[in-house]
């Protein structure tokens, strides 16, 4: 009988085998090891949402008037429409009446009634703050998207919120406009090291340049 030929296949050494299963493992300890250090780098710019304070002052819904939030920090810097950041006080939303409060979805017109611009403090810098409401624009509607010039008196509402470590309203009050250009204090008050607040006052200082 003829015999097979037995072809002679090359033996895997178990030592190398277990040297390559080895520096598999290290090398997916390394990577892990690598991301965990080096977390992905935030974007230029980016502010944490994180706030101590909100101010929000508002005025009555479908209002059509413009009515402006000026805050003015301890350092002397001023947070308003064209200056929406100022250290650790933001603008983040500047209502200009019926201007910016429709808008578009799938084709149909939606309106926002609501009329509020809201300040955030963005951190304890210890020192006075002082809120002002500023009668911008007078304006009604008239039918249109155009709206026509008018004079009637706003009524203005400020809330003063302390977020951390629990919400806690530190001053709610209400003053009136009455025509356009007006300018009011709504509310001083100083904030400690500790977040405290203190010394309120309705004392009037102009903050429009």
Not at 6 to 21: A, K
Not at 134 to 147: I, L
């Given at each position: 009988m003829r015999s097979r030929r037995?072809?002679?296949?090359?033996?895997?050494?178990?030592?190398?085998?277990?040297?390559?299963?080895m520096l598999i493992a290290f090398v997916f300890c390394f990577i892990?090891?690598?991301?965990?250090?080096?977390?992905?780098?935030?974007?230029?710019?980016?502010v944490p949402a994180k706030a101590e304070f909100i101010v929000t002052l508002s005025w009555p819904d479908n209002d059509p008037n413009d009515i402006d939030a000026w805050v003015q920090g301890p350092s002397g810097d001023k947070v308003w429409f064209r200056s929406r950041e100022a250290g650790l006080m933001h603008l983040d939303r500047d209502d200009r009446g019926l201007s910016n409060d429709t808008v578009i979805v799938n084709g149909l017109k939606v309106v926002n009634p609501l009329n509020q611009e809201v300040v955030t403090i963005r951190g304890i810098f210890p020192g006075e703050y002082i809120v002002n409401a500023?009668?911008?624009?007078?304006?009604?509607?008239?039918?249109?998207?155009?709206?026509t010039l008018s004079g009637g008196a706003v009524d203005a509402t400020l809330t003063v919120v302390k977020v951390n470590p629990r919400a806690e309203v530190v001053y709610y009050g209400q003053k009136k406009l009455a025509r356009r250009g007006d300018e009011?204090?709504?509310v001083r008050f100083t904030i400690d090291r500790e977040g405290g607040v203190s010394k309120l006052s309705t004392l009037a200082k102009s903050l429009v340049n």
């Open positions: 037995r072809t002679h296949e090359p033996e895997v050494d178990p030592f190398y085998d277990m040297l390559f299963n892990i090891a690598l991301l965990s250090i080096n977390p992905k780098a935030k974007k230029a710019g980016d500023h009668y911008y624009k007078s304006s009604k509607g008239d039918g249109k998207d155009t709206p009011v204090t709504m």
